[in-house]
């Protein structure tokens, strides 16, 4: 059973900085587009950013380009999503999903995901 284990979350005030990590199986990792999704209270799951496995390519949310950057790190197998300058309207459950196929994974489907990392972000 494969399983994605996110951590990094926590509570901070409006203009802090978290990192979140999620961490896999290194044949997920190594075969899998990676994805960040989150989902506020009353609201839908919303894509926040991807990196793939080849060419380094990322894509970012409207809602969170230029303060939210999605990076990897091959040899810990580990995705991480930097956050700064965190304002109220990040405040949500962030996941981790997988998918070997770009197109999908930014239509929000995932193969894989993690149990999720609460973020709270005070104003």
């Known amino acids: 059973q494969v399983q994605l284990v996110e951590s990094g979350g926590g509570l901070v005030q409006a203009g802090g900085s978290l990192r979140l990590s999620c961490a896999a199986p290194?044949?997920?990792?190594?075969?899998?587009?990676m994805g960040w999704f989150r989902q506020a209270p009353g609201k839908g799951r919303e894509l926040v950013a991807i990196?793939?496995?080849?060419?380094?390519?990322?894509y970012y949310a409207d809602s969170v380009k230029g303060r939210f950057t999605i990076s990897r790190d091959n040899t810990a197998n580990t995705v991480f999503l930097q956050m700064n300058s965190l304002k109220p309207e990040d405040t949500a459950v962030y996941y981790c999903?997988?998918?070997?196929?770009?197109?999908?994974?930014?239509?929000?489907?995932?193969?894989?995901w993690g149990q999720g990392t609460q973020v709270t972000v005070s104003s």
């Open positions: 290194e044949r997920t990792f190594m075969s899998n587009h």
């Open positions: 990196i793939t496995f080849g060419g380094g390519t990322t």
């Open positions: 999903a997988t998918n070997p196929l770009i197109g999908r994974l930014r239509a929000g489907v995932g193969d894989y």
